[in-house]
C-alpha cells in the first residue's frame, strides 16, 4: 500500500524546537514535491513549506520564515521539517502530502497525491 507517515509531534514550551518527519512507504518521495500543513482549531488548513523533488527549491508561509527549515534524506525517503521558536500559535495538526508538481503543492494543496494521518504539535506553557 501506498502511505505516508509523519511522526515527531508533541507538547513543548514557548521558545522550543521539534523535528518532523514524513516517511513514504509504497513509492519512492525521489520523484514528488513534499509539503507540510496545518490546521489549528478554528482555522482553515495552511500550506507552510513546500519542496522540491530535484532542484532544491522551497517555499515558506510567512508565519513561519526563519524558524521552519524543511529538508531531505532521500535514502531514507523521508522529508523533515525542522521548527525552532515555536510559538503558541504554531498549536495545531501537522500534514505532509506528497505531489507530482512543485507548483502544485504551493498552489494547489488539495491536489496532493498522498496524505498522511497528521501529528499533534502543541506549543503551551
Known amino acids: 500500500q501506498l502511505q505516508l507517515v509523519e511522526s515527531g509531534g508533541g507538547l513543548v514550551q514557548p521558545g522550543g524546537s521539534l523535528r518532523l518527519s514524513c516517511t513514504a512507504s509504497?513509492?519512492?518521495?525521489?520523484?514528488?514535491?513534499v509539503g507540510w500543513f496545518r490546521q489549528a482549531p478554528g482555522k482553515e488548513r495552511e500550506g507552510i513549506s513546500c519542496?522540491?523533488?530535484?532542484?532544491?527549491?522551497?517555499d515558506y508561509a510567512d508565519s513561519v520564515k526563519g524558524r521552519f527549515t524543511i529538508s531531505r534524506d532521500n535514502a531514507k525517503n523521508t522529508v523533515y521539517l525542522q521548527m525552532n521558536s515555536l510559538k503558541p500559535e504554531d498549536t495545531a495538526v501537522y500534514y505532509c502530502g506528497a505531489f507530482r508538481l512543485f507548483r502544485a503543492c504551493v498552489s494547489s494543496p488539495a491536489g496532493g497525491d498522498y496524505w498522511g494521518q497528521g501529528t499533534q504539535v502543541t506549543v503551551s506553557s
Open positions: 509504497g513509492f519512492t518521495l525521489d520523484y514528488y514535491a
Open positions: 519542496s522540491s523533488s530535484s532542484l532544491g527549491n522551497s
